[in-house]
Every structure is written in C-alpha cells, then in structure tokens.
C-alpha cells in the first residue's frame, strides 16, 4: 500500500504469506526436506512505546525487519503475520539452523537497538529493547496446514514473550535442561 511505512514495503502481509506457506508445503510433501516458520516481536511492546514513544518503536521495528533481511536467504519469504510480528518462512531449514538463525537474528537486533537508544533524544532514562523469536516446523509425516503451523508459531512466539532470559522459544520442543539423554 502507499500509506505503508518503508521498512514493510517488501513483506508479504497475512493472506500473501499463508499462500506461499501453503505452495512451501506442497514442494515438501512432493520432494520431502524441511521447513521452518521463525516469527520475530519486540518483547514488551506496549511499555517500549510508552517509555520511547511509538516513533522509537517503529524505528526498532524497522531494524527488527532489516535483521530478518540480512538472514534470509533468496529462497526465503519475509512476511507480517500481524501487528508487530514479522516472520520468516525457511525452506530446506530444520530445527537447529533455525535455531541458531534466531539467535543470529537476536545478536544483530540488540546492536541496532542500542545505537537506537543512545540516539540523541532517546532519553536518559532508555529502556533496553530486546525481541522475542518463535521457532516452529513443519512435520514431514502428516500433512500440516498452513494455520497450523502459523499457530505452533504463535504459541512458540507467546512462550518467548512470557521467558525472563534467552526470548527464543521453539513450538513443541522440550528446553535442553529437561530432556533425558543416554549421558544422563
């Protein structure tokens, strides 16, 4: 659209980005492989636009999506999954890369956001802005749908929201601490 800000000008928005989640799914039910959903979020969002005002807020979001950009591959698809919330689809990614994609993302984040906050006119009083990243693949075995795995997604995005440390949260999987392995 013309009134969208800059930095969204290259995602596909909600519908678009189900569609080509959906055409991801098709190519791995024919050929096999993996696919991973990595959706990204300002951790406390509301009290970062309080605190800094919602141009500050925009400024870091637009970094948030420069972050999702410089990971990406050009077989990926960038896209909004809603307000606040940008995600990455990752063809040909499993579990582990996409896990360390996200801790990628997070480093590359908090470099933008703390030139950000010590912008001039930010404020003495700067609250550190950090993102949140939900992990979340498609099982080869059944046949997934595109609202389901934007909904492991979303759940995987609330439980980083909801951690105090690490902010990276992947759907359906156990954190290291508490699996039983064969050392164990």
Do not use: W
Not at 62 to 73: F, G, I, K, S, T
């Amino acid at each position: 659209a013309g009134n969208a800000p800059d930095h969204l000008a290259h995602l596909l928005m909600a519908e678009m980005f189900t569609v080509q989640i959906q055409r991801e799914m098709l190519r791995l039910s024919r050929t096999g492989g993996e696919l991973a959903l990595v959706e990204a979020g300002l951790c406390d969002r509301e009290a970062l636009e309080t605190r800094l005002g919602q141009p500050t807020v925009q400024a870091l979001e637009a970094r948030l999506v420069d972050c999702l950009r410089q990971c990406r591959e050009e077989c990926d698809t960038l896209g909004c999954t809603g307000s606040g919330r940008y995600a990455l689809l990752l063809p040909g990614v499993g579990v582990l890369r996409a896990r360390l994609m996200a801790e990628q993302i997070q480093k590359i984040f908090s470099v933008h956001a703390a030139e950000i906050a010590a912008a001039p006119g930010t404020g003495k009083h700067a609250v550190k802005a950090i993102c949140a990243l939900g992990i979340a693949c498609a099982d080869q075995g059944g046949r997934p749908t595109p609202e389901a795995l934007l909904g492991k997604a979303t759940q995987a995005m609330s439980e980083a929201l909801a951690k105090k440390h690490g902010h990276i949260c992947v759907a359906g999987g156990a954190a290291l601490e508490s699996r039983n392995t064969l050392v164990q």
